[in-house]
């Protein structure tokens, strides 16, 4: 120890290990003694020591040492921020005659009102590196420690502060500065930063500014004169303190830099982010809520001088309490992203922000749902901000209230069977005529969903062959009206998915955007081939909004049958529901060739130009994120696509002038079937006869038994939980059956009612979890057919087939040989470009995903000889369960590259299930229409001539007369051979007498010898070309033996057709 004596005070020097164990003093800016404590409040408190723990304490602020006044410059009473400040009684210790870690001992006592000393005690004080550090104990109440700043240490008295501050209106205003930057692939890019402006009315003062973040002091700047006092984004990385806080701004005001500092005058606080106006909402299923939100800050862009337009950001619905979706809460948006999509700004830009700008979107519950829910919230959360103060980031709680939450609003409208209608308030009754009609509308939202009808029972009856459902211009088909069946869901011009098609093998689901959806169970019953069932379910947007024949939807069943002219049906309650007839009903919603839309895929309204887009709620993870699609919605980038989702056909015609192949294609088939005949079952007299063999008793009793003991009515669920009725249900049945003559028409009303109760428990959870016991049993007897005893019912109601068995209802066995309804174009392929009759379509029944093509045929030339094309099998390429499409690869191109070009193709497509029982082959022909035709003989086999007045030359069909592109000597004509260049120029008498007969005879000799090469030339070429056939279309070619005629070819074919 060594002993040192200062002024009369001994001064004990200690050595000790480390300056580790040391805290910050809090409240640093307040402890000088120009700050007196006269009219503290607020956010400038009077500090007291009372509470401090004894310990060792660092006294460094902003990067200053502070140091504690002595005998020389005492506090006065009521500065340093308190009541009673302490000083050094004596000499404060020379820290520069220290070496780190040593310790000096000091005394310190209080200044009060009447003493100048009082409450002695002992402290110590250390030296580690440049820091000074101190020894603290508790104090008396209304007391503190005192420490001075560097450059006021030295001052006894400090100027008082002014009397006529006045700082106005102060506020925070925020900014962007921007600034050039070198990325990792040493590009120059612009990238900005935010700041915050305490702006005040200055009077050539000095100011002290403070900042305080989320109530804590993370900045001190000054005293200073003329000076902008900001908050830098640097200052808050350095903290760690990103978007969504809360800033104020704190000014003293002194008369000279060291002199003393008024009271602490604050700004009001101020909410850096992004910041709903009513955190609070209230709304109901069937309206839709806004939300308004203001963008506190700018956000700013990252951009170089390429790609400074359209920059933007989305923040998107996450669900802040799990990691699941929000669920039934869905956001609109008349935007092209799923989120609210606020501007990013550039150096040009920023002076167009405007901070009272309100950003505002729209909200509804999810109507998939049957109770949609009382309470939820949310967030919005960024995704794709480059600004990197605002990346990651998350905005308060959103609360919705929904007020009508225990309101059922999902209730099916169901066209059966034959068909027996029922409305969406439940009035039952039977449309028996011919045509196409307007099942559902809502005339709110221009949704529509078609039904067209055809005969069927023998002719007896009318089911539904054909639907149609459209929102926007998205459009999906199923048309089994035709002898060739159809299926195609198309988007024809909107941005945003606007329907959403599941699908199953036959079971089809079509979610629209405002949350009604349509099932369409495809042959239910093996009597009903090429016919279906539809349901649709409304939505809490649909009540007091739909027409057609599903009725008016308002929980009001008397004005059911009201025309599309407003007028209104009687209704029939007291009849039987099969005998209730509205005939002007019916024809009123009837619709002819201008207001059916089958077949129409273009000029139909956008759904975005008059109607929100819809997005779900997502996860609440960032790094999990997906901008997922509700079954309606527009998507900012990547779209999580459910499974067995069905593909949609693209519907854009022409762009600068090019075909879509694709579209064009699908269009022009559809085409094509619609101008083929109906199927059509005329009525059979004597078979009439013999459907009255099962009576109206008979056939009533043997629904009603069946119906009762189905799965949906024994659970009590139908009559109960669903509130409708089995009697209505077993009357349909008992016309089907009495009609049918067959008891096991009765299965389709039982795996009807099934479907819908089942179809209606998925979308009410609460129930489910409410009513497990009941749910299960259900389902465990739920299953489509009984899985057509090929499977067995599973406990959540799905059927699992046995081995070789598919479908939703276990009802195709792979093994089974196919039957081919029909192919592509009815067999004929004509090449207009090179993308053409590469593929083909080939419709069937029961056509699983596996599926295989095997495709033979023929190759026939202008020598009137063929070659075989040996078989060649291929996988499929699944469409649907009634089409299939079959690629052959680049024919066209292969046939212009071979030296001897085909005249046409003839190919022998068949297909499999199982990849090895094909069904049998079908024709098509592949030709040039604009030089040949397709002529039809027996058997659905055609004949391909060459037209008059063509050449066919090099696969080329040329017009008569027509000359080579490269050599005007040669030309087409017909007279002289169709299939060769003609050399066609000719040598004037003048030109003969002056070369003379030596130059004839040269001329001659030049063209035998050039003859006996390019002969010679074109057969190896010829032999090369044959031998070299090698793609798949072409795999093990035959050549004849001998030449094989025309003739030969069709005989061989007519014997193949026959076979």
Not at 74 to 93: A, D, L, W
Not at 386 to 396: P, S, V
Not at 914 to 937: G, H, L, R, W
Not at 949 to 958: A, R, S
């Amino acid at each position: 120890m060594d002993l040192v004596y200062i002024s009369s005070i001994l001064v004990f020097i200690y050595r000790t290990q480390g300056c580790e164990d040391v805290s910050t003093l809090p409240n640093m800016d307040l402890r000088a003694r120009n700050n007196p404590i006269k009219g503290m409040s607020g956010n400038d408190p009077i500090i007291t020591d009372s509470f401090i723990d004894n310990g060792w304490y660092s006294v460094v602020y902003s990067g200053l040492q502070y140091v504690m006044p002595d005998n020389t410059t005492i506090p006065g009473y009521q500065t340093c921020g308190t009541y009673y400040p302490y000083y050094i009684k004596g000499i404060h210790p020379s820290t520069e005659e220290m070496n780190d870690d040593d310790i000096a001992d000091i005394t310190v006592c209080a200044r009060t009102a009447y003493a100048s000393c009082v409450e002695e005690r002992k402290l110590k004080l250390r030296k580690c590196g440049n820091e000074t550090q101190y020894n603290l104990k508790y104090t008396i109440p209304k007391s503190a420690y005192c420490f001075d700043p560097p450059g006021i240490g030295h001052l006894s008295e400090f100027t008082e502060p002014p009397a006529d501050v006045d700082l106005g209106h102060m506020f925070i205003k925020p900014w962007l500065k921007f600034e050039q930057a070198i990325n990792d692939q040493n590009e120059i890019y612009t990238k900005p930063t935010s700041t915050f402006e305490c702006v005040f009315n200055d009077q050539g003062y000095f100011y002290t500014s403070y900042w305080y973040v989320n109530n804590k002091e993370i900045m001190r700047m000054g005293p200073s004169q003329n000076e902008t006092h900001i908050l830098t984004e640097e200052t808050l990385k350095v903290q760690k303190i990103v978007m969504g806080f809360n800033v104020i701004c704190g000014l003293r005001v002194s008369a000279d830099k060291t002199g003393q500092r008024t009271q602490l005058n604050s700004s009001d606080s101020f909410f850096a982010g992004i910041q709903a106006t009513e955190p609070l909402i209230y709304m109901t299923k069937t309206d839709d809520a806004e939300v308004k939100f203001k963008v506190t800050v700018p956000v700013g862009a990252i951009y170089n001088e390429e790609n400074q337009e359209d920059l933007s950001t989305t923040l998107s619905m996450i669900n802040p309490m799990s990691t699941r979706e929000c669920g039934q809460l869905v956001f609109l948006s008349h935007n092209s992203r799923c989120g609210l999509e606020i501007t990013a700004y550039t150096e040009d830009t920023i002076n167009k922000w405007d901070s009272n700008y309100t950003y505002t979107f729209n909200i509804s519950t999810s109507t998939t749902d049957v109770n949609g829910g009382e309470y939820f919230q949310f967030r919005l959360q960024n995704q794709n901000i480059g600004h990197n103060i605002w990346r990651g980031y998350t905005t308060d709680v959103i609360q919705i209230i929904v007020t009508d939450s225990t309101t059922t609003y999902m209730t099916p409208c169901f066209s059966h069977v034959d068909p027996h209608h029922r409305t969406f308030d439940g009035y039952s009754y039977d449309q028996q005529q011919n045509g196409t009609y307007l099942l559902y509308g809502n005339s709110a939202f221009g949704i529509e969903v078609h039904e067209m009808l055809g005969a069927c029972m023998n002719g007896n009856a009318q089911c539904a062959c054909g639907v149609y459902v459209r929102a926007g211009a998205d459009a999906f088909t199923i048309d089994l009206c035709h002898e060739t069946p159809f299926i195609d869901y198309s988007r024809c011009g909107d941005d945003s998915r606007t329907l959403l098609v599941y699908e199953i093998g036959n079971d089809y689901k079509i979610y629209t955007p405002i949350g009604s959806w349509v099932n369409i169970d495809i042959e239910p019953h093996l009597g009903y081939k090429k016919f279906m069932n539809i349901a649709v379910y409304s939505s809490p947007k649909d009540f007091n909004k739909t027409q057609g024949l599903c009725g008016l939807y308002d929980k009001n069943i008397s004005n059911d049958m009201k025309y599309s002219n407003g007028n209104q049906d009687e209704l029939n309650r007291n009849t039987k529901s099969y005998a209730r007839h509205h005939i002007e009903f019916a024809n009123s919603w009837k619709l002819n060739e201008s207001s059916s839309l089958f077949g129409l895929r273009t000029n139909l309204q956008k759904w975005g130009n008059y109607y929100f887009d819809q997005c779900l709620c997502s996860f609440t993870s960032a790094e999990n994120y997906l901008d997922k699609c509700s079954p309606r919605a527009k998507l900012a980038k990547n779209c999580y696509v459910y499974n067995n989702e069905t593909e949609h056909n693209t519907c854009a015609i022409n762009k600068g002038g090019k075909r879509d192949i694709n579209h064009n294609r699908r269009q022009r088939e559809y085409d094509r079937i619609l101008n083929t005949k109906r199927n059509s079952y005329p009525r059979n007299k004597r078979q009439r006869r013999q459907l009255q063999e099962i009576t109206e008793v008979e056939a009533f009793d043997i629904c009603e038994g069946l119906i009762n003991s189905s799965a949906a009515v024994d659970s009590g669920l139908f009559n109960g939980y669903l509130e409708m009725d089995s009697l209505s249900i077993a009357q349909m049945c008992t016309f089907d059956v009495m009609v049918g003559n067959d008891a096991t028409f009765a299965n389709v009303h039982v795996d009807a009612i099934n479907k819908i109760t089942k179809n209606i428990i998925e979308h009410d959870s609460a129930f489910v979890n409410n009513n497990k016991t009941v749910v299960t049993v259900f389902l465990k007897n739920s299953c489509p057919k009984n899985c057509s005893g090929n499977g067995v019912c599973s406990e959540n109601g799905t059927c699992i087939c046995f081995e070789f068995y598919h479908n939703i209802d276990c009802r195709t066995d792979e093994r089974e040989q196919l039957s081919v309804l029909g192919l592509e174009g009815g067999g004929l392929c004509t090449v207009s470009n090179e993308e053409d009759c590469r593929c083909f379509y080939i419709y069937t029944t029961n056509l699983l995903k596996t599926f295989s093509c095997r495709l033979s045929g023929y190759m026939i030339y202008h020598d009137n000889t063929f070659e075989n094309i040996s078989k060649v099998t291929r996988t499929g390429e699944y469409k649907d369960v009634f089409t299939g499409d079959c690629c052959l690869g680049d024919e066209t191109r292969r046939r212009r590259q071979t030296a001897k070009n085909p005249f046409y193709l003839h190919y022998r497509i068949s297909i499999s299930n199982d990849d090895n029982t094909f069904s049998d082959d079908k024709d098509m022909y592949v030709y040039s229409p604009q030089c040949q035709e397709a002529i039809p003989f027996s058997g659905g086999a055609y004949n391909i001539v060459l037209k008059n007045g063509y050449c066919y030359i090099d696969g080329i069909c040329i017009s008569d007369n027509q000359t080579h592109p490269t050599d005007e000597c040669l030309r087409c004509l017909v007279s002289a051979d169709v299939t060769k260049w003609t050399h066609d120029c000719l040598i004037t008498q003048e030109e003969t007498r002056l070369n003379g007969w030596m130059v004839a005879v040269i001329i001659v000799s030049i063209l035998f010898v050039m003859a006996v090469i390019g002969v010679v030339v074109f057969e190896c070429k010829n032999q090369m070309s044959k031998r070299q056939v090698s793609d798949s279309l072409y795999q093990d070619i035959i050549r004849p033996s001998d030449s094989v005629t025309n003739a030969g070819y069709m005989d061989m074919a007519e014997t193949s057709l026959e076979n």
